[in-house]
């Protein structure tokens, strides 16, 4: 895939970067740091730095990911341990 500019605007500044990502992936990265930073007070907003309010955004998001990593992994391991009783429960009926 070829790179291509992707700007967009987040607390009245412009933001560039070049991104070979689905157009569809970009938009819906920057669309989780606009929500993301939506749900921030409104008054904090205008005494914190735009900079410090993306980093913090970004690591809301870094948060849910580890939350999402740790729940996919519980459920696959869930999952080998059931199929692997599933296996045991057909080796016992083949015997």
């Not at 669309?31 to 993301?36: C, F, G, N, P, V």
């Not at 459920?75 to 016992?92: G, N, P």
């Amino acid at each position: 895939m070829e790179e291509r500019l992707v700007s967009f605007t987040l607390f009245g500044q412009q933001f560039s970067f070049y991104s070979d990502a689905p157009e569809d992936e970009v938009d819906g990265a920057i669309a989780m740091i606009r929500e993301e930073l939506e749900g921030t007070d409104l008054a904090a907003r205008s005494t914190v730095p735009s900079s410090t309010m993306l980093v913090l955004g970004c690591l809301r998001i870094a948060a849910r990911y580890v939350k999402l990593e740790q729940e996919h992994a519980a459920f696959r391991a869930s999952q080998d341990q059931s199929i692997a009783h599933l296996i045991d429960k057909v080796s016992e009926g083949i015997d």
